[in-house]
């Protein structure tokens, strides 16, 4: 049975996107997993260049998202800092180095959901995105 989409899970994934916006990430994509998950709504992924660069991706992303009174349900992967999992419910993110991304491959993994990829460069809070 697929989660229903709701408000709630579109603005906390906002959020989280701007959050890994802010710290430079590469490659976001966006999957809306919804209808074939019964366990999220989103999956956020994105890289990093290195694996201080992942582990200050993922730290940014506690810390603006606790600023807004949102914990994460759980953490996976921070003293490695090569695939973090950050997960918020209703959306997940998912912080690679960019070897470690190439090899796990989630978007072929979860081909069947929409993607919706966000350009390097984008910097704007205000970017509308169809999720």
């Not at 200050?56 to 003293?79: D, F, M, T």
């Amino acid at each position: 049975m697929p989660k229903r989409k709701n408000n709630d899970a579109k603005k906390r994934t906002l959020l989280l996107i701007n959050a890994v916006l802010e710290k430079k990430a590469k490659d976001i994509v966006v999957l809306n997993v919804g209808e074939i998950s019964a366990f999220t709504d989103y999956f956020i992924i994105c890289s990093g260049t290195s694996d201080r660069q992942v582990r200050a991706i993922s730290s940014h992303i506690k810390e603006s998202l606790k600023k807004a009174g949102i914990v994460p349900v759980g953490v996976e992967g921070e003293q490695e800092g090569k695939w973090i999992l950050l997960d918020y419910g209703d959306a997940i993110v998912h912080v690679f180095l960019d070897e470690t991304r190439t090899f796990y491959n989630l978007e072929r993994l979860w081909s069947e959901a929409p993607q919706i990829a966000i350009p390097d460069g984008t910097t704007s809070k205000k970017t509308r995105l169809p999720i």
